[in-house]
């Protein structure tokens, strides 16, 4: 399964979230699942119940520094094509479409 996660910290004080979202990029990068980084979300492969699990330790650490937080979660669970990898095989099936590298 893949999943975007998209948190954002509201009332910090400050219009830069990028302080606030080290610990969580710190959580994601501790959890041992494959991951993308990306200006507006994470992209995280794992199961379902790692994948939450995960969401949720993210969304509390983000409330230990902020008085509101909004995390949206995107799933893509696809089901037919089991196994991991997906993270990176989804961009390169795009690639191969378009007959070039799609990164600048």
Same mark, same amino acid.
């Given at each position: ?6 948190? +954002? ?11 606030? /979202? =080290? !610990? ?8 041992? /699942? ?7 979300? %994470? +992209? ?12 949720? !330790?993210?969304?509390?650490?983000? /409330?230990?520094? =902020? !008085?509101?937080?909004? %995390? ?19 961009? =390169? ?6 007959? &070039?590298?799609? &990164?600048?």
């Amino acid at each position: 399964m893949l999943a975007e996660l998209e948190i +954002v910290p509201l009332g910090t004080g400050s219009a830069s979230v990028s302080p606030a /979202l =080290a !610990q969580v990029a710190k959580l994601i990068d501790a959890s041992g /699942l494959d991951y993308r980084v990306g200006p507006m979300g %994470t +992209v995280v492969e794992g199961s379902w119940d790692d994948v939450m699990k995960l969401a949720k !330790q993210c969304h509390e650490a983000m /409330l230990k520094n =902020a !008085q509101r937080v909004m %995390t949206t979660i995107r799933v893509d669970d696809r089901r037919d094509q089991p196994g991991s990898g997906r993270i990176t095989s989804k961009v =390169a099936s795009l690639e191969a479409k378009v007959g &070039k590298s799609l &990164k600048k």
